[in-house]
């Protein structure tokens, strides 16, 4: 049990980086800092699209439309913060205390 509850904290923490690096990817690219046009920053952004607009997908159509604000960030970075919360409180259950 401790292994799935190290499995389950590593795949939160993993989610929680990527969507850090995509946020501040955004970020720089709408300041015209980064230019879409470089090769590898059209590969790191394109890449980590590919990789969360799956999860952003299902949030997106739950929200209303917000025009260009896009919520669905701030919503999965609430649930994933619950999550680790919930994995944090609830460790005594997988080291079996």
Same mark, same amino acid.
């Given at each position: 049990?401790? %292994? $799935? =509850?190290?499995?389950? %904290?590593?795949?939160? &923490?993993? !989610?929680? =980086? #990527?969507? @850090?690096?995509? #946020?501040? $990817?955004?970020? /720089? @690219?709408?300041?015209? !800092? $980064?230019?879409?046009?470089?090769?590898?920053?059209?590969?790191?952004? =394109?890449?980590? &699209?590919?990789?969360?607009d799956?999860? +952003?997908?299902?949030?997106?159509?739950? /929200?209303?439309?917000?025009?260009?604000?896009?919520?669905?960030? /701030? *919503?999965?970075?609430? !649930? *994933?913060?619950?999550?680790?919360?919930?994995l944090?409180?609830?460790?005594?259950? =997988? +080291?079996?205390f």
């Amino acid at each position: 049990m401790i %292994t $799935l =509850f190290q499995a389950l %904290t590593l795949i939160l &923490n993993v !989610v929680w =980086f #990527i969507m @850090i690096a995509h #946020i501040i $990817l955004s970020w /720089l @690219i709408n300041f015209q !800092v $980064l230019n879409v046009r470089q090769p590898l920053v059209a590969q790191l952004w =394109f890449g980590l &699209n590919r990789l969360l607009d799956p999860i +952003y997908a299902p949030i997106r159509r739950m /929200l209303p439309n917000m025009g260009g604000l896009d919520l669905a960030p /701030l *919503v999965l970075f609430i !649930v *994933v913060i619950i999550l680790q919360r919930a994995l944090i409180n609830n460790a005594g259950f =997988f +080291y079996g205390f």
